[in-house]
């Protein structure tokens, strides 16, 4: 596998591997989403090698806002999910990275402001950059409910990124 540097930290990114966004955490672990949206978050995360995917790549800031957006919204309040979840990441058997972020706040600001992406979003795009390169990958996968946005990104940026669409269980086809 190839490796990824990250703050003199080794990781072994597996070439099936795919990253995952805060809205599928959402949607996987949240009580009042749509129950059709949790049932395929849900399968999605728990069988990975139905969807090709050998290793989840978790940043943590993603983490971090999808515990927030569990916990503190008005209309979810759901700090068993928010459990719930960091029980998934946590198990033993799931083939889960977590990713710290190695990126400046510049390099960070410079994308949010060329792009008009939230701070999470520029954190991915940057991530997969990195890793794409440092163990040279073609592309890397992304699983996401936010398909507009990482699509005009996706011409935009060198990133060589791969987007699933949670929504549809599916990779979305190239522009």
């Known amino acids: 596998m190839p490796q990824y540097r990250l703050d003199g930290d080794d990781v072994e990114v ?9 809205g599928v955490f959402i949607a996987a672990f949240s009580r009042s989403e749509n129950a059709d949206l949790r049932d395929r978050a849900r399968d999605l995360l728990e069988n990975p090698t139905r969807y090709s995917v050998r290793q989840w790549l978790v940043p943590a800031v993603v ?9 503190k919204s008005e209309h979810r309040r759901d700090t068993e999910g ?8 946590n198990h033993v058997g799931n083939p889960v990275v977590v990713l710290r972020s190695a990126s400046q706040p510049s390099d960070i600001e410079s994308i949010v402001r060329a ?13 997969i950059e990195k890793i794409a390169a440092q163990c040279r990958m073609r592309s890397l996968r992304l699983a996401t409910l936010d398909i507009s946005d990482f699509s005009r990104l996706r011409g935009q ?19």
Request: proline share 2%; no cysteine.
């Open 82 to 89: 928010a459990l719930r979840m960091l029980t998934w990441i």
């Open 157 to 175: 940026r060198t990133a060589p990124l791969r987007l699933f669409d949670v929504r549809h269980l599916q990779d979305e086809e190239d522009d």
């Open 63 to 71: 983490i971090v806002e999808s515990w927030g957006m569990l916990t």
């Open 115 to 127: 792009h008009r992406v939230d701070v999470v979003d520029a954190v991915l795009i940057d991530l």
């Open 14 to 22: 597996d070439r099936l591997a795919t990253m995952i966004d805060t």
